[in-house]
Nanobody
Framework: QVQLVESGGGLVEAGGSLRLSCAASGRIFSIKHMAWYRQAPGKQRELVAIIAQDGSTNYADSVKGRFTISRDNTKNTVYLQMNSLKPDDTAVYSC???????????????WGQGTQVTVSS
């Protein structure tokens, strides 16, 4: 059974920083990409940042230059360093991984439980 567990959320003042972590555990054969999504109250979930197995990255325009996604393939862990936080960044942040549990299985998406990030003005 695969689990994704996030940590690092919390309350921070505008302009501050937070670092989110997401560790994937269980029977994992290969992870293609890992990503962070967020959902604010009353809004649709949006992709924040994504990192491929080769380390290539993409970011939402709203976070470019402020957020940095990285991963440690040896630990099946993805990080999101968030700097210069704004009240508009307030949301539940969820980790996503596209992974396979065996060489005979397709890649499927798995999700963490989410962690709250609140930025006060």
């Amino acid at each position: 059974q695969v689990q994704l567990v996030e940590s690092g959320g919390g309350l921070v003042e505008a302009g501050g920083s937070l670092r989110l972590s997401c560790a994937a555990s269980g029977r994992i054969f290969s992870i293609k990409h890992m990503a962070w999504y967020r959902q604010a109250p009353g809004k649709q979930r949006e992709l924040v940042a994504i990192i491929a197995q080769d380390g290539s990255t993409n970011y939402a325009d709203s976070v470019k230059g402020r957020f940095t996604i990285s991963r440690d393939n040896t630990k099946n862990t993805v990080y999101l360093q968030m700097n210069s936080l704004k009240p508009d960044d307030t949301a539940v942040y969820s980790c996503n991984a596209l992974l396979s549990v065996s060489p005979l299985r397709n890649f499927d998406p798995f999700w963490g439980q989410g962690t709250q990030v609140t930025v006060s003005s």
